[in-house]
């Protein structure tokens, strides 16, 4: 599961780390492009926010990972450990709830948009929001595992097993 894990986180980084290399080599080119020899390309633009889309619903996986999106914690400092991950177990159910929503218009919007293409880039505009059930289906991986560390930490007692985030 570990092994898993770690070949999954790598892939995500890597895919994130060319994505943005992507992105910001097209736009830099894009302006050398317009400033430089006054030529603008029809397709950098719609690259780059192409891009930008899929650097974003990724980016909630990671941010998931890490712990790092933003969370009003005031009560749950105040409340004993136990409550405290009942807590958050909850509210990860709560998310897999929004993220279930979410994927399923993603879904219809992915088929629905299949017929219509990107006019600078020629491809279709699903690839674009293809982007939305990716990024909530590994948001939704990550709210389990998550919800498995929390688990395990109430079955054991043991309030430092695994950090936040659902790192196994």
């Not at 889309?53 to 790092?68: D, M, N, P, T, Y």
Request: with cysteine; hydrophobic share 50%; proline share 2%.
């Amino acid at each position: 599961m570990k092994k898993i894990l770690s070949v999954f986180d790598r892939f995500e980084e890597v895919a994130l780390v060319v994505m943005f290399a992507v992105m910001v080599l097209v736009i830099f080119f894009q302006i050398i492009m317009r400033y430089v020899f006054n030529n603008s390309l029809s397709w950098s633009e719609e690259l780059g926010k192409f891009l930008f889309v899929w650097l974003s619903w990724f980016g909630i996986s990671i941010g998931a990972k890490r712990g790092e999106h933003i969370k009003i914690t005031m009560l749950l400092d105040k409340l004993p450990y136990k409550a405290a991950q009942i807590c958050n177990i909850l509210s990860e159910i709560i998310i897999i709830g929004i993220c279930a929503v979410t994927l399923h218009y993603g879904f219809v919007l992915v088929s629905s948009q299949s017929h219509v293409h990107y006019a600078g880039i020629k491809i279709s505009i699903s690839w674009g929001y293809l982007a939305v059930v990716v990024g909530c289906g590994m948001m939704v991986m990550r709210c389990v595992l998550t919800i498995i560390t929390s688990l395990i930490e109430l079955k054991h007692d043991n309030p430092t097993t695994a950090p936040e985030g659902g790192d196994l």
